[in-house]
């Protein structure tokens, strides 16, 4: 287990700086595609990065109910409605991220 939260939390690490070295330094530039382009892949990158943590939220409860098919369940219940973590411990650690 331990070393599933180690990728994940590498995976986030990772999108956090290549969204500040490579994707936020452009907010301020002078050429308006440069900057229009680092806007949107920046809110793109942050969104899909949402998405993921909410996937790992889903994962996370759904090894509380069933640890043998935790990533069937996971990704049922996310494609059902990817707000509705039943864990309450999952929304908080979902914060966190």
């Known amino acids: ?17 290549f ?6 330094r452009y907010k301020n ?3 308006q595609w440069k900057l229009n382009t680092g806007l949107s892949s920046t ?4 969104g899909l990065s949402i998405i993921f943590n909410l996937l790992v939220a889903h994962y996370r409860a759904a ?9 069937e369940l996971a990704i049922k219940t996310f494609s059902e409605g990817i707000f ?14």
């Open 1 to 17: 287990m331990l070393d599933r939260a180690l990728v994940i939390a590498l995976i986030n690490i990772g999108l956090g700086v």
């Open 19 to 24: 969204v500040g070295l490579f994707m936020l």
């Open 29 to 31: 530039h002078c050429i």
């Open 43 to 46: 809110f793109l990158t942050v």
């Open 63 to 71: 090894l509380t109910i069933d640890p043998d098919h935790a990533a």
């Open 84 to 97: 509705s973590v039943s864990d309450v411990n999952s929304r908080f650690l979902f914060l966190l991220e």
